[in-house]
């Protein structure tokens, strides 16, 4: 099963600027990479697919870069709506389908 | 427009089995997976299994491997996640969630049901 990594748990910035959030996998799981945005009460939202893909609809303040085992989500400029949780998941190697525990990002 | 609804808030004692459907409209119900994710209380999110609704095949995380069973019914669009021999610790959201690619089962999660709280307490 392959181990989904992500840092930090919670990462506290301020609205207006940039959020970083990073997803380490145990073994390559090439570009097959999502990332989703779950607001408390709601399902997940993809966001990200094949590592750096946006999502219909989604806003270009979202962006994904890597390959391999190392990933990473940005978010610039940060809206007061992006305040979230945000997972990653592989679906390289499946079963199971794994996602990282999380990142909590809250207002600074 | 794509949606799937989950059916409402189910209640079991331990030992107990639950059976949650979702009902999918907006596409083509056999041309894409669909998976069962579940959420635990300020946990993370889980895949339990997966069945592609055109043949009916499934395939389940180990971890329910025996308890967990999805079915479909294409005259309704419709797809079920039984579990059984529920204990205290499957207390939790459990969400269906459509594969983005069609007929192709390595993709993410596009479209998401609302979710329903099954909550195991004697």
């Known amino acids: 099963e392959i181990v989904m990594t992500q840092s930090p748990a919670t990462l506290s910035v301020s609205p207006g600027e940039r959020a970083t959030l990073s997803c380490r996998a145990s073994q390559s799981v090439s570009s097959n990479l999502a990332w989703y945005q779950q607001i408390p009460g709601q399902a997940p939202r993809l966001l990200i697919y094949?590592?750096?893909t946006r999502a219909t609809g989604i806003p270009a303040r979202f962006s994904g870069s890597g390959s391999g085992t190392e990933f990473t989500l940005t978010i610039s400029s940060l809206q007061s709506e992006d305040f979230a949780v945000y997972y990653c998941q592989q679906y390289n190697n499946w079963p199971p389908y794994t996602f990282g525990q999380g990142t909590k990002l809250e207002i600074k | 427009q794509v949606q799937l609804v989950q059916s409402g808030a189910e209640v079991k004692k331990p030992g107990a089995s639950v059976k949650v459907s979702c009902k999918a409209s907006g596409y083509t119900f056999t041309s894409y997976y669909l998976h069962w994710v579940r959420q635990a209380p300020g946990q993370g999110l889980e895949w339990m299994g997966i069945i592609n609704p055109s043949g009916g095949s499934t395939s389940y995380a180990q971890k329910f491997q025996g308890r967990v069973s999805m079915t479909r019914d294409t005259s309704t669009s419709t797809v079920y996640m039984e579990l059984s021999s529920l204990r205290s610790e499957d207390t939790a959201v459990y969400f269906c969630?459509?594969?983005?690619?069609?007929?192709?089962?390595?993709?993410?999660?596009?479209?998401w049901g609302q979710g329903t709280l099954v909550t195991v307490s004697s």
């Open positions: 094949g590592a750096s």
């Open positions: 969630a459509r594969g983005r690619v069609r007929q192709l089962a390595h993709s993410s999660f596009d479209y």
